[in-house]
């Protein structure tokens, strides 16, 4: 079973937008697992943030992003969640999703990813029907697209962690689990032959990574000041406790890096794969057989492409008043980086609406900037798109660069 998290008393700010933990930077050489805060400096990826309301009255997006996630030195956290019928659900997700993901890794250090990603949206569902409980305006719901990239030994453990904070899940198969359209909510695939040439070389890269970041050029005396300055009226309980340095892999153990996503609605998340998109997420909709299949069995229909009338999407967090049909399960993959893996998308509808997978990966892929290009691939939905939009772009070091 896994353990519940605390439900503290949700505090939203008054602003009918949805409101995002402000993003800083520290100039310190750790992060301290600070949401919404990036590391000066950070050879292991790059992180873009960009949002806009677009023609829409109020903002109902949020995004939460984590740099050395769980106490790991490389691994990263990242998410965005679009909300809906109100900003709450995506508002409380941005500011406590991960803590329900480190809750359940804690409590599951055995159990593969894939399943720690399932207990967690199922957590985060639980504690939102809770909420809602006691207040009826927290009866919105959220699609949900996050991204974890976890450093790993050769047998898809976490070896090196002997005394961590957080326990070392271990992988039940480490072979690569991705496809360019996934043919079912419930798919899983096995590892292809396009897929065993990016490995002999990934070994050599991560170790390079971790030695870069195993040294660190700067002093740690401004965190504090900087740790400060992030609090905003969204806070995380995070942000108080983990304030440990990072564990820093071994620069000799054979190292891997591996992609793990999950999601629930229709925010999706795209790979760039030597400039060929390969989405890693499922769009649970309406429209699709399998969903609607569901849906009906349940003792639902579905209309329009809604169900019962009402919601586009047939998964979410959230939707309370829904969740006989609504349900919080997620599609999960999981992805062994490689050289030829170039970037990550995460966005909401506003962006796939408008634009498709390999559409946005040609559009930044030669912008290295993943500011830059998180506010590119905002722009050109902004064109045609009348909805709200959040995109994070998470860039990866290029090959043969420290």
């Known amino acids: 079973m896994t353990a519940a998290v605390p439900l503290a008393t949700p505090r939203f700010s008054d602003s009918p937008n949805a409101r995002s933990k402000s993003i800083t930077t520290t100039t310190g050489p750790y992060s301290q697992g600070i949401l919404n805060q990036h590391l000066d400096n950070n050879k292991a990826y790059q992180v873009g943030v960009h949002d806009d309301k677009g023609q829409r009255r109020t903002m109902e997006d949020a995004y939460s992003f984590i740099v050395d996630f769980a106490g790991v030195r490389g691994q990263g956290y990242f998410a965005v969640f679009d909300g809906h019928a109100g900003k709450y659900a995506a508002e409380w997700c941005g500011g406590h999703f991960h803590e329900h993901l480190l809750e359940v890794l804690r409590t599951n250090s055995t159990s593969p990813i894939p399943d720690v990603l399932n207990r967690t949206f199922h957590s985060v569902d639980s504690s939102l029907s809770a909420i809602a409980a006691k207040d009826d305006k927290m009866h919105s719901g959220c699609t949900a697209v996050m991204a974890f990239i976890r450093i790993e030994d050769a047998h898809g453990g976490q070896s090196f962690l002997e005394q961590s904070p957080v326990n070392s899940p271990r992988v039940s198969e480490p072979s690569i689990n991705i496809s360019d359209r996934p043919e079912s909510p419930n798919a899983s695939g096995t590892e292809s032959p396009v897929d065993k040439k990016y490995k002999k070389s990934r070994a050599s890269r991560v170790v390079s990574a971790i030695k870069s970041l195993s040294t660190p050029s700067r002093s740690s005396s401004d965190l504090a000041s900087t740790a400060e300055s992030a609090e905003t009226t969204n806070s995380s309980s995070t942000d108080n406790v983990v304030l440990e340095k990072p564990v820093t892999p071994p ?31 499922y769009d649970h909709k309406g429209s699709d057989r399998q969903e609607a299949k569901r849906i009906m069995d349940a003792g639902g229909f579905v209309m329009g492409g809604r169900v019962n009338g009402v919601l586009a999407v047939t998964r979410s967090l959230g939707d309370s008043s829904m969740k006989e049909f609504v349900v919080g399960s997620p599609f999960t993959t999981e992805t062994e980086l490689g050289e030829e893996d170039e970037f990550l998308i995460l966005a909401c509808d506003g962006l796939w609406d408008i ?45 043969g660069k420290s």
Not at 387 to 393: A, G, L, S, W, Y
């Open 251 to 281: 620069s000799g153990m054979m190292l891997r890096r591996v992609l793990y996503t999950a999601n629930a609605g229709d925010a999706r998340g795209v790979l760039c794969r030597g400039g060929k998109a390969i989405r890693l997420t």
């Open 355 to 399: 634009a498709t997978d390999q559409q946005a990966v040609d559009l930044v892929r030669d912008i290295h900037d993943a500011q830059v290009a998180s506010r590119t691939l905002v722009d050109f939905a902004l064109k045609e798109s009348t909805d709200n939009i959040t995109v994070v772009v998470v860039r990866f070091p290029v090959a």
